[in-house]
């Protein structure tokens, strides 16, 4: 299975100045800039990249296989500020996790609104983080941008295609970011980031990225979100 992780590369390219396929640099301002948060860590294979979403006052969604290295190790980024976390919990059989936030969310930012609705095929969803340009050099990685993909088809009840075909999409430093649904001037999320697919295409990005749908876990969330609370 391809994870959209970095890993070991990031050690030498967190900080550089290109991101998600096929995007644009978000609005300063905007929704997916108030929202969406860069997450660095260590494990044992290195440094690491991925992105998260934040759904509540000290609580950020990402994709489990983030989750790694411990607490200490790991720092969200509001902007170019970190923060350390206070802890993290991880679904055991699917790829969404929480971080709950050591401090309170800084001026600029606010929870996300999340999509309660349905999706369909062909919809357009809006894509974000804070990963690489170029998946043959692994150039770019550190400034978020967004990008607008549509839906190939759903994965069961839980997850999500889009279609990443044309060059835009998804890649290894995306993950755990958002996948938002249009409506109208506002942005409502849907999806958090987890894998390429399928698991027999080329390493390159190109082809589709699959999304937990948060929804089918909004149980789970809840239930979490306390937990990390006591």
């Known amino acids: ?5 970095l890993g070991f590369l990031m050690a030498q390219s967190v ?3 290109e991101v998600i396929i096929g995007g644009e640099p978000v609005l300063p301002n905007g929704q997916i800039a108030q929202t969406t948060v860069m997450i660095t860590g260590k494990s ?3 440094e ?3 992105t998260g979403t934040i759904i509540d006052e000290d609580i950020v969604v990402t994709a489990a296989h983030c989750l790694k290295g411990g607490a200490a190790n ?3 980024f509001f902007g170019k500020k970190p923060r350390s976390i206070d802890g993290y919990i991880r679904e055991k059989y699917a790829d969404i996790g929480l971080i709950r936030l050591r401090d309170a969310l800084p001026p600029g930012f606010r929870p996300a609104k999340i999509l309660s609705g349905s999706l369909r095929v062909g919809e357009s969803a809006i894509l974000a983080g804070f ?5 043959k050099t692994g150039a770019g990685a550190g400034v978020l941008r967004e990008v607008e993909v549509k839906i190939q088809a759903a994965l069961g009840e839980t997850e ?6 044309n060059g835009k999409g998804a890649c290894h430093g995306d993950s755990g970011g958002p996948a938002f649904a249009i409506n109208g001037n506002q942005l409502l999320l849907w999806g958090v980031t987890s894998r390429a697919y399928s698991e027999m295409a080329v390493d390159d990005c190109a ?14 969330i809840q239930d979490s979100i306390q937990a990390l609370r006591l």
């Open 1 to 5: 299975m391809k994870l959209f992780i």
């Open 15 to 17: 900080f550089a100045r």
């Open 44 to 46: 044992n294979a290195g």
């Open 48 to 50: 690491f990249i991925c």
């Open 74 to 76: 790991m720092r969200v």
């Open 131 to 135: 990963g690489i340009t170029n998946a």
């Open 160 to 165: 999500i295609l889009v279609d990443q075909s």
């Open 207 to 220: 082809h589709g990225a699959v999304y937990t749908r948060i929804n089918a876990y909004y149980s789970w």
